[in-house]
């Protein structure tokens, strides 16, 4: 099927202006479910992102930097309202752009307004201490937004990984720009368009989509930027964290997992075996939570395998537009190549496929990117499998005997950003939540995200929390000023 172009921005959005890129381009972007270009959109190059950083630069020194709080917390809100009365639109535009289901993507940026309830409620109550240090010395603390902060997005999730960057900076004060992947800049484009509507200051949020290598390494390393806020591969934030070394940015980094999700032999099995099965699968697999390792007790393994194989067969893999999909397309090309890829390195490891591990073509979307979800049993923890995220819709299904077992699996891998486990028994939920290495634990739900718990990893899994009061401290400085009250300051060389 071919397809031309149904959406087309040619302009950025920088200092409040749509403006011509001066050293970018246009790019196409493929639907990934047809494989044909469906968009076309401006891309910036790096004296774009000079000329975005310059005005969110300008924007910290005018009206927003003096802007009473409680007005700044009504913008916010605002922008929060329109993201949600435009959120169907949105989500057809999302799951174009990267083949999520429309239902999933419908209920997310929907949702995603809390995001923006949330801080906006933060943006007038960012209060301080007072200390008396002495009977001549009075002190108070306050915090200060950090300044301009560069957010570098990843192409799985564009709009909400955008709104959990860009809802703590403004309730914060701080100026934004945004460089989103180059897979998917069509929701962040029409972000830009609500943010304009809301009545933002111009330069408050610059909207700059561009290559990695050139406009993401340079934002990275521009010496007027103040923080990164980066989601993607640890691989990636190493560059970051090395570009951003000249001007010592501070870093917020969100990188990936490969969650346990463990199931031991006194929990409620039917709850259990459809939730390891919706987390191993949703989002195509291309969800940093997902529960890609399912870690099962010895005694009940034998069921869990038989059930999570009959179910992986009822995910209808198709037409992400379509309201009955449950998995639509692998976003691009090079992630449905690397996606099976480790079918095969699954196969070769010696595990034993279940389900899945083949490329799909559904009727008449012959040229999309689509896989089977993936059921691989008797996966030894030490295979690459089972190691390394594969962002694809496949589970390793991994027995264990013991408590202990199981903990030692689950902290067996270099990340630790979630993970889930069903048990009915509260002593042992505690105990295993405490030692996880992860940011994140679910006991008997899976994937609950709130605006207000942080959200974030241990290891290579990140640095830095987003999302609640953590995500806030972190675009702001913490600042004392003391204040002598004596009216003296005596001569010390006397
Ligand atoms: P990626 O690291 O390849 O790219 C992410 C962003 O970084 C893109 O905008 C890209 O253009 C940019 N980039 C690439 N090279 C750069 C460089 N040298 N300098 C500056 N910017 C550069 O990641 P991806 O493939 O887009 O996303 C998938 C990854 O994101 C997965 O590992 C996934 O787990 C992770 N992710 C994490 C979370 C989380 O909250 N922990 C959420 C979503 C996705």
Known sequence: MTEQYSYIQRKLFIGGEWVDPIDGELVP??????????ALTAFGGVKDIDRAVAAANEAMRGPWRTMPPSQRAGLIRKLGELLEANAPRLAELETR???????????????????????????DK???????????????TNRIPIGVVGAIVPWNAPTLVTTMKLAPALAAGCAMVIKVAEHTTVTTFELAKLIE??????????????????????????PDVNKLSFTGEHRTAREIMRAGATNLKRVSFECGGKSPHIIFDDA????????????????????????????????????????VQRRAKDVRVGDPMNETTHVGPQTHQAQYEKTLGYFD??????????AGGTAVSPSGLENGYFVSPTVFADVDPGMRIAQEEIFGPVVSMIPFETEDDAIEIANGVRY??????????????????????????????????HPGLPYGGFKISGIGRENGPDALEA??????????LSGEYPYPYG
């Open 97 to 123: 752009d990267n083949g999520r289901p429309l239902r999933e993507t419908r209920a997310n940026i929907t949702a995603e307004a809390q995001w923006y309830y949330y801080f906006a409620g933060y943006a």
């Open 475 to 484: 675009y702001t400085e913490p600042k004392s000023t003391m204040i002598n």
């Open 416 to 449: 630790g950003l979630t993970a889930g486990l069903w048990t009915q028994d509260l002593g042992r939920a505690h105990r295993v939540s405490r030692e996880i290495m992860a940011g994140t634990v679910w006991v008997n739900t899976y994937r609950i995200l």
């Open 126 to 140: 960012m209060d301080g201490r007072v200390l008396e240090i002495n009977p001549d010395v009075m002190a108070y």
């Open 197 to 222: 509507e809301a009545g933002f200051p111009p330069g408050v949020v610059n909207i700059v989509p561009g290559y990695g290598q050139t406009a993401g390494a340079h934002l990275a390393g521009h």
């Open 29 to 38: 972007s493929i639907n990934p479910a047809t494989g044909a270009p469906w």
């Open 345 to 354: 390195i699954g196969k070769a490891e010696g595990a034993r496929l279940l």
């Open 268 to 307: 409620n099995m039917e709850q259990a075996i459809n939730a390891v099965t919706h987390a191993g699968f949703m989002a195509c697999g291309q969800s940093c939570a997902l529960g890609s390792r399912i870690l099962v007790q010895r005694s009940m393994y034998d069921r869990v395998v038989e059930e």
